[in-house]
């Protein structure tokens, strides 16, 4: 975590802190492992995929990417555990593991 910690510059004096803590520059997730956050983790149940891609559209992280037209592996880098790829499988083929 301190090397997490070193990307966001966090050794800057008070002076140099926007005001309010405004964020002024893109998202830095892409560089984080922000899967670690939690032991809840999705598990897909290949044979019962339909490729339907609900899951992708719906992950609030993009950790379910695609190739143009077919689900790959899920990032389990950037999952946070939320379930709401489990919750809308109209198959049943993501269940959450580690609860």
């Known amino acids: 975590m ?15 802190l926007t005001t309010g803590m405004m ?5 830095t997730s892409a560089e984080f492992n922000t899967g670690e ?3 809840v983790k999705p598990h897909v149940k290949e044979e019962e995929c339909r490729q339907c891609l609900l899951c992708v559209q719906v992950c609030p992280d993009s950790a379910i990417p ?7 592996a899920v990032d389990t880098k950037h999952c946070k555990g ?7 499988c109209p198959f049943g083929a993501i269940e959450m593991e580690g609860f």
């Open 2 to 16: 301190a090397a997490d910690l070193e990307k966001l510059h966090l050794r800057a004096p008070w002076q140099d």
């Open 23 to 27: 964020i002024h520059e893109g998202g």
């Open 37 to 39: 956050w939690t032991a």
């Open 66 to 72: 695609y190739n143009g037209n077919e689900r790959v």
């Open 82 to 88: 939320c379930g709401i790829c489990a919750h809308v």
